[in-house]
């Protein structure tokens, strides 16, 4: 077998690998800066117009802090400004950058407080949401921060803002989770611990498991939650049609691995921990299960995974 279809356990054509291989398969943990600059009325910084010399007094930090918020409205110096501020834990700046007449600079701050995970952005995100304002993006900053997952809901969010406090969750319970995915996809779940496995019943009365593994990180560190599936044997002459439907799925990636000694086609997909919510992992699961089982399928005319 080549060596660029196998490295250790795992590994996805072209894709870099750590542990599971998995760390270029995080699409979301990459810097998603939209490349363009919208403008949405008079551009004003902030909101608001700066007086001149209005920083006079502020401390160092406070200077250099807003030096990289002027940043965030230049595309090409948006990016690393944008790091920089999470690095720097700049909540309040970021906070203030809500209310910019720049869209691309709001984007940059609502990401940013969705990685710090800042409670106090959840009520100016709410009101973001109320307004329609970069719903999207917006909605997974506050299932990032809160642990909730209201979508689009403004009510909802409303209502649990006001019973809560804001106070966000500790952590991903990953017991809750999986007995609410079971819920949701209308089967139970076997498995404890940090390994679970769902038995989807699929068209034409066939079957397809999808296995969750919880407390694996991806190439940054970040803690992720890895939805598996196996195809069928992984011969030498199906290796360039299996991978090239990499360019044609939305999310995951066909890999090949080795089960009891022997390799073997899986598709692969993961999520950060911080965005799992019952109905985002039900999602992925159903989409795992539904492809994978047409590969297996279509190379062994069985249904046996």
Same mark, same amino acid.
């Given at each position: 077998?080549?060596?660029?279809?196998?490295?250790?356990?795992?590994?996805?054509?072209?894709?870099? =690998?750590?542990?599971?291989?998995?760390?270029?398969?995080?699409?979301?943990?990459?810097?998603?800066?939209?490349?363009?600059?919208?403008?949405?009325?008079?551009?004003?910084?902030?909101?608001?117009?700066?007086?001149?010399?209005?920083?006079?007094?502020?401390?160092?930090?406070?200077?250099?802090?807003?030096?990289?918020?002027?940043?965030?409205?230049?595309?090409?110096?948006?990016?690393?400004?944008?790091?920089?501020?999470?690095?720097?834990?700049?909540?309040?700046?970021?906070?203030?950058?809500?209310?910019?007449?720049?869209?691309?600079?709001?984007? =940059?701050?609502?990401?940013?407080?969705?990685?710090?995970?800042?409670?106090?952005?959840?009520?100016?995100?709410?009101?973001?949401?109320?307004?329609?304002?970069?719903?999207?993006?917006?909605?997974?900053?506050?299932?990032?921060?809160?642990?909730?997952?209201?979508?689009?809901?403004?009510?909802?969010?409303?209502?649990?803002?006001?019973?809560?406090?804001?106070?966000?969750?500790?952590?991903?319970?990953?017991?809750?989770?999986?007995?609410?995915?079971?819920?949701?996809?209308?089967?139970?779940?076997?498995?404890?611990?940090?390994?679970?496995?769902?038995?989807?019943?699929?068209?034409?009365?066939?079957?397809?498991?999808?296995?969750?593994?919880?407390?694996?990180?991806?190439?940054?560190?970040?803690?992720?939650?890895?939805?598996?599936?196996?195809?069928?044997?992984?011969?030498?002459?199906?290796?360039?049609?299996?991978?090239?439907?990499?360019?044609?799925?939305?999310?995951?990636?066909?890999?090949?691995?080795?089960?009891?000694?022997?390799?073997?086609?899986?598709?692969?997909?993961?999520?950060?921990?911080?965005?799992?919510?019952?109905?985002?992992?039900?999602?992925?699961?159903?989409?795992?299960?539904?492809?994978?089982?047409?590969?297996?399928?279509?190379?062994?005319?069985?249904?046996?995974?």
């Amino acid at each position: 077998m080549p060596h660029w279809i196998r490295h250790g356990e795992l590994l996805a054509a072209g894709l870099p =690998s750590r542990g599971w291989g998995l760390g270029g398969l995080c699409a979301a943990k990459a810097d998603k800066s939209p490349p363009y600059d919208i403008v949405i009325g008079v551009s004003s910084r902030n909101g608001a117009k700066q007086q001149q010399g209005s920083n006079v007094n502020q401390s160092e930090p406070e200077l250099d802090d807003r030096l990289l918020v002027d940043q965030l409205y230049d595309p090409h110096a948006r990016r690393a400004a944008r790091q920089k501020l999470v690095r720097a834990r700049a909540v309040k700046p970021l906070l203030e950058c809500l209310s910019a007449t720049n869209e691309a600079v709001v984007w =940059s701050a609502v990401e940013s407080l969705g990685e710090l995970r800042a409670p106090e952005a959840v009520g100016p995100l709410v009101d973001l949401l109320a307004r329609g304002v970069l719903v999207v993006s917006v909605c997974e900053a506050l299932t990032r921060i809160t642990g909730q997952d209201f979508g689009a809901d403004v009510r909802r969010w409303q209502q649990w803002l006001a019973a809560s406090g804001g106070n966000v969750a500790p952590g991903l319970d990953v017991a809750e989770c999986i007995r609410a995915t079971g819920q949701h996809l209308g089967v139970e779940a076997a498995g404890s611990g940090k390994t679970y496995q769902f038995k989807l019943s699929l068209p034409n009365d066939r079957e397809q498991k999808v296995t969750i593994f919880f407390g694996r990180e991806d190439n940054q560190g970040e803690p992720i939650v890895v939805v598996y599936s196996e195809c069928g044997p992984a011969e030498a002459k199906y290796y360039e049609a299996v991978l090239r439907k990499n360019l044609t799925i939305p999310a995951g990636a066909f890999a090949i691995r080795d089960i009891d000694g022997k390799p073997n086609f899986v598709l692969v997909d993961t999520v950060l921990a911080a965005l799992v919510t019952p109905s985002v992992l039900a999602k992925r699961i159903e989409h795992i299960a539904a492809r994978a089982d047409a590969v297996e399928k279509s190379l062994t005319q069985e249904d046996r995974r």
